[in-house]
């Protein structure tokens, strides 16, 4: 995946990162792409990767770099981070795999301090004929690739879980193929006196 990456990702990786500071978790860190655009407002890094690969991956370009990350396996549903532990929590092309985006986004919340923000690169369903082709393939693709699912309605899922969602925009038109697209990106704040729903 680096020269897909490469070729289609990295601008929206630069443009979400910028939006990170302080005390910072990604969510999912795959090979650690991410890390290559961290912004100076940052105060450290830790990150959650449930593939022991990837980790290793993404621990190896870290020393690279001489960037200070701590990288440790767990999943979304269960960050292994106490409460109020960080300023901003980045997901980037995470919701689409997750196995269950609600737990993932109470859990987020979990973690965030008062004033924290979410910060959100992902691929999202589409309108109209897009929809119904994500719809249609959404099976096919999941088994093929690791669990996404192309059609999931993520900025309705990230309002549900009680953030307030007007940083996000739609990103309708880009490059990547379908059926990965449109793309939302921006950020996310948890609504004050509005808990996240109980998790099951």
């Known amino acids: ?26 969510l999912g860190l795959g090979p650690g792409t991410d890390l290559l655009f961290l912004p100076p407002a940052v105060t450290s890094v830790a990150a959650v990767e449930p593939d022991a690969t990837l980790r290793r991956m993404a621990s190896a370009l870290a020393r690279r770099h001489g960037i200070a990350v701590d990288i440790v396996d767990g999943v979304g549903e269960s960050i292994p981070f106490p409460d109020n532990a960080f300023d901003s929590v980045h997901v980037g092309l995470v919701l689409c795999s997750v196995d269950d985006v609600a737990a993932t986004l109470a859990e987020i919340r979990r973690v965030l301090a008062p004033g924290g923000r979410l910060v959100v690169l992902e691929h999202v369903r589409g309108d109209a004929t897009m929809a119904k082709f994500q719809d249609l393939i959404a099976k096919p693709w999941s088994w093929l690739g690791a669990g996404c699912e192309p059609n999931r309605r993520t900025a309705e899922a990230i309002a549900a879980a009680g953030f307030d969602t007007t940083g996000l925009h739609s990103i309708r038109r880009t490059l990547v193929p379908p059926p990965c697209t449109p793309h939302l990106l921006g950020i996310a704040t948890p609504v004050e006196g509005r808990a996240a729903p109980t998790r099951r």
């Open 1 to 26: 995946m680096p020269m897909f990456d490469r070729l289609f990702y990295r601008r929206y990786r630069r443009a979400a990162m910028s939006h990170v500071t302080g005390r910072l978790l990604l």
